[in-house]
């Protein structure tokens, strides 16, 4: 059976529809920023803090490139996660009021869905007072790169941005 030939109103419509769509479209295409997500909590049942740094996959494949001078891409390998938890390690410091630096142990890494996730604990600081986050995490890589950390800590919140231009934040426990 054949079927009915649009008529020039209904061809208007779709037209429109479709050109209407095309305008909204282009925003969801537009190029995402590079940021990494850092969450830090207390576990009073151990005693630590634990971290957990989120990283979009494909920011991970693109720094593991970078990184490894185009010799590895394969983010499912270990030793790549390891290479990326290793850059997580050397490129975010955290100080305590002293100054003196705070010595976190990586304790896993993860693919899940679009995020790779670095895991890191350290026991809980016993002391009061003015601490130091500073971070060059993919800064080197991309020039758009943020890192946002969420701490929770203390029973309060704390959300700090840091960027290549201000890399360095402090907080109060």
Known sequence: MRQPSLTRRE???KTATI?????IAPASWAHRSHNTLTQ??????SGT??????????????ALYQLSEGKETDLLKK???????????????WFKPSGEALKLITIG???????????QEIS?????????????????IFN??????SLQIANKLNVIELNELNARAEFVL
């Open 124 to 140: 809980a600081p016993q002391n009061r007072g003015l601490y130091v986050v500073i971070s060059h995490l993919f800064h080197n």
């Open 109 to 119: 890494t993860e693919v899940a869905g679009d995020n790779f996730l670095v895991y």
């Open 49 to 62: 803090w634990e971290f957990t740094h989120v990283i979009h996959y494909f920011d991970s494949e693109l």
């Open 79 to 93: 030793k790549s996660q390891a290479r990326i938890a290793l850059e997580i390690e050397n490129k975010i410091q």
């Open 11 to 13: 061809l208007i419509n």
């Open 19 to 23: 050109l209407s769509l095309a305008a």
């Open 40 to 45: 830090v909590s207390v576990n009073a049942h």
């Open 144 to 149: 758009d790169q943020s890192n946002t950390f």
